[in-house]
């Protein structure tokens, strides 16, 4: 199992340039979701999904979408990027996003991403 | 309101020695989870321990035990016998339900140094 994959590892885009982080996981995990990492916040809930076909807003959505056609695949789409945006992004999975149980979250490697 | 409160930006502590970090969380849920987790300075995120918001026992994994004190909201982070490896930036998080679905909020973490 490769586990949770994202690519690309470092980005650098211009402001207003769109581009899509790409997320995989080979776990047949339901729940999939992004964050992103800026230094003293900790992680930030961007979106998340539970599921094919169904997405929701995290804590930080603004500038970002997402979509879900299949269990595997969950990408982030930054629609036009801003210095705001240079973070570093993690996507993560894990089994399902019922309400009880332990459900750990597996994470990917991370996306360095800066915005000039 | 913050979720979920670690107070201690950072920590140094005596290789061999205990160590406590602390997590404070705010939740109306009934139901819901509490997560550490490890960062090392290589950047990727390392499950350590689940707590149950149910569970009777303390979680612990090792050198790991959660001190849970359900009716003060604290998950503290006991490490034992501290290692130099043990280095890293620990993450707090909590998993609770939302409409039926689980949201899972980090907080901003401890950067803890192990000292020879």
């Known amino acids: 199992n490769a586990g949770v994959t994202q690519t690309p590892k470092f980005q650098v885009l211009k402001t207003g340039q769109s581009m899509t982080l790409q997320c995989a996981q080979d776990?047949?995990?339901?729940?999939m979701s992004w964050y992103r990492q800026d230094p003293g916040m900790g992680l930030r809930l961007i979106h998340y999904s539970v599921g094919a076909g169904i997405t929701d807003q995290g804590e930080v959505p603004n500038g970002y979408n997402v979509s879900r056609s299949t269990t595997e695949d969950f990408p982030l789409r930054l629609l036009s990027a801003a210095p705001s945006q240079t973070s570093v992004y993690f996507c993560?999975?894990?089994?399902?996003?019922?309400?009880?149980?332990?459900?750990?979250?597996?994470f990917g490697p991370g996306t360095r991403l800066t915005v000039t | 309101a913050q979720k979920i409160t670690q107070t201690q930006p950072g920590m140094f502590v005596q290789e061999k020695e205990a160590v406590t970090l602390d997590c404070t969380y705010d939740t109306s849920d009934p139901s819901y989870g509490l997560f550490w987790y490890k960062q090392p300075s290589s950047g990727e995120m390392i499950f350590l321990i689940y707590q149950g918001s149910y569970d009777q026992q303390n979680a612990t994994e090792g050198r790991y035990s959660l001190n849970f004190q359900k009716a003060r909201k604290s998950a503290n982070l006991v490490i034992s016998a501290s290692q130099l490896g043990d280095s890293a930036m620990y993450f707090c998080?909590?998993?609770?339900?939302?409409?039926?679905?689980?949201?899972?909020?980090f907080g901003t973490g401890t950067k803890l140094q192990v000292i020879p």
């Open positions: 998080a909590m998993r609770e339900s939302s409409g039926g679905y689980q949201k899972v909020t």
């Open positions: 776990m047949n995990h339901e729940y």
């Open positions: 993560a999975s894990s089994y399902s996003g019922g309400a009880g149980g332990m459900d750990e979250q597996y």
